[in-house]
């Protein structure tokens, strides 16, 4: 394993628009040790938002999630709809990168549990975020394969980063243990998703691959309030997406062929999302 030297970081939390934010990793100075990949299982790396892997940093180990570079141009055809095609990209930027989606989700769960509105681990224990110096990323994509899509970068995107090319990651708890979902853990893995959509996080990817000891690793497709689009909605809509999650857990247990009693608000009450994307 090779040891190389994380650049520090501001210390300013994120992303830098209302709402929710995560505060840098503490170690930021720290050497970073490199393990194994954690998510060899994806089918296809040019679908997914990012990397894992295990790290060692100050002693201890992590997840370390590495996000790939991210457009909003890409999702254009989907937000534009609901604010209109001028809205600027250094503003969407906020609400649709992968990236920000987790700063945002976990700096709201930070907050719940810094208030005691939660007294448990509702999803994988998030330590903050960090970016890597170019050394980093360049070892990573030439001794690990990983593409960090930096072709995407042009001069909108750098304007709407502030001109930090630098690639983005998120430092999270170890988990190991229980990846699956039965009969007899899908109660709790509901209470989790249940207790986040309280808070006004809406994970929006429900799926069984996305759970480790009865709780959520990602957030990568995420909408946390306030969220632009979700306020340019009407009232409809916007709880139909708020619902969004009850509604994939449903199919989760079916498609899973998990036998359970539980009822969430769509399935007492017969509700389904549009499915107009993400």
Not at 116 to 130: D, K, N, S
Not at 152 to 168: F, H, P, Q, T, Y
Request: aromatic letters at 10%; a positive charge; glycine letters at 6%.
């Amino acid at each position: 394993m090779v040891r190389y030297r994380v650049k520090a970081s501001p210390a300013a939390s994120l992303p830098p628009c209302p709402g929710p934010k995560l505060h840098p990793f503490e170690h930021q100075n720290a050497l970073i040790t490199w393990g194994p990949r954690l998510d060899k299982n994806r089918i296809n790396d040019n679908d997914n938002q990012a990397f894992v892997f295990q790290v060692e940093i100050a002693s201890r180990r992590y997840a370390i999630k590495v996000f790939k570079f991210f457009h909003p141009a890409s999702s254009k055809y989907y937000w534009e709809t609901y604010l209109g095609e001028s809205y600027p990209l250094r503003k969407i930027i906020f609400y649709t990168d992968p990236f920000y989606a987790e700063c945002r989700a976990y700096g709201r769960i930070k907050q719940a549990r810094d208030e005691r509105q939660v007294r448990t681990e509702i999803a994988t224990r998030c330590h903050g975020y960090l970016f890597l110096t170019p050394k980093d990323m360049r070892w990573l994509e030439k001794e690990r394969g990983v593409d960090l899509c930096a072709g995407v970068i042009d001069k909108d995107l750098k304007l709407a980063l502030g001109g930090d090319l630098r690639a983005r990651a998120i430092v999270k708890d170890l988990e190991t243990g229980d990846k699956g979902l039965n009969r007899n853990n899908i109660w709790r893995a509901w209470r989790n998703v249940s207790l986040q959509n309280s808070l006004n996080i809406y994970n929006r990817d429900v799926r069984v691959e996305n759970f480790m000891n009865c709780r959520i690793v990602d957030f990568g497709s995420s909408w946390t309030e306030p969220h632009v689009i979700l306020d340019s909605v009407d009232a409809d809509e916007a709880r139909e997406q708020r619902l969004s999650d009850c509604s994939k857990f449903d199919e989760m247990t079916e498609e899973e062929g998990i036998k359970t009693s539980l009822k969430t608000p769509t399935s007492r009450h017969n509700l389904r999302s549009r499915k107009r994307g993400k």
